[in-house]
């Protein structure tokens, strides 16, 4: 869809200030299922979407569906590879550190046939929190289990304990640490007599930082769904800090007679506005996946209210991205300005397709 119909369903939805898009009128003019603001939105079938560095998990989870098993283990399988490339440096093993240099991973996942729902948050030295918070799912009576009680659980189960730090990741970290305060004892790159690069291959460019999660929903021919989200959280956080990924409701939810959504990016905004939940009951109340997405982030645009999280024109200067998955197939992702693309795998194949953005 182009940005014209983008704009002429923020106009009609969205005129007046301050009004949530479902506020303004969606309801009124959105018959139940029949706009279509991007092709996903027109899908039905066996369907699996996640974020944009998803593809190899969306085609696992895929796989996995069309051959019976069941959703949830299907889009854990999934986001396990991307967790355990070391390349990917926003979730699982190679994930960015806090600001400790400790790798701090955050997860949950919920079924919709049974709505469980699993969640760790803060596991260190696990490689697939996804798998753990599953194994908190399906073992146990709880929802949510952190930092040192959720990887003595994951040991519990047979889970290796390892160094999640990769070389890479360090030597990111060491960056940030050595020109995050010009005062402290560690000498930033522009103080030092010495070349700053000296014996660090990937030295050059800037620092890298990562919002940067999965979230990996799917639905089988049933009509039932799962989805999953996990993460190594916001690079060189405060020890302790849990964003939205591993909040059933905010990072993933599933309604198993509605839909699934996830969301990534900044977690603290999605929280506050309850993301992954509202893009499920806008979509019960009758929007499309992609609307739903799109009601969603305009909503917490809306609710962004201190400046340094604003730019020049008053918007957020922060990105999120949000993903939606109906019972029937149909999905959909918007993301908060630019271009933004994520992954769906269907019966036509795995590909990337764009994220409907509220901002340009
Ligand atoms: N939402 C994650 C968090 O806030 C990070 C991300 O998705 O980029 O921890």
Redesign the pocket.
Known sequence: MDNLDRRAFLGITGAAAGATLAGMGVKATTPRGSTSLAPGDDHRGVACISSGNGRPATAKAFEMVMAGRDPIDAVVAGVNIVESDPDDM?VGYGGLPNEEGVVQL?SCCMHGPTHKAGAVACIEDIKNPASVALLVLKRTDHVMIVGEGAKRFALAHGFEAENLLTDRARRAWLRWKENANPNDDWLDADQMDFDPNENREDAAGPIPF????INCSGVNENGDLASVTT?S??SYKIPGRV???PIVGA?MFVDNAVGAAG?????EA?IQNCGAFSIVREMENGLSPTEACLAVMKRIADRTRQKRLLNERGEPNFGVTLYALRKDGAYGSAVMRGRGQFAVTTSAGTRREACMALYE
């Open positions: 926003s955050d990562t919002y940067g999660t993460t959280g916001l964003g939205d990924s990072g969301a990534t990016g900044r977690g999605v």
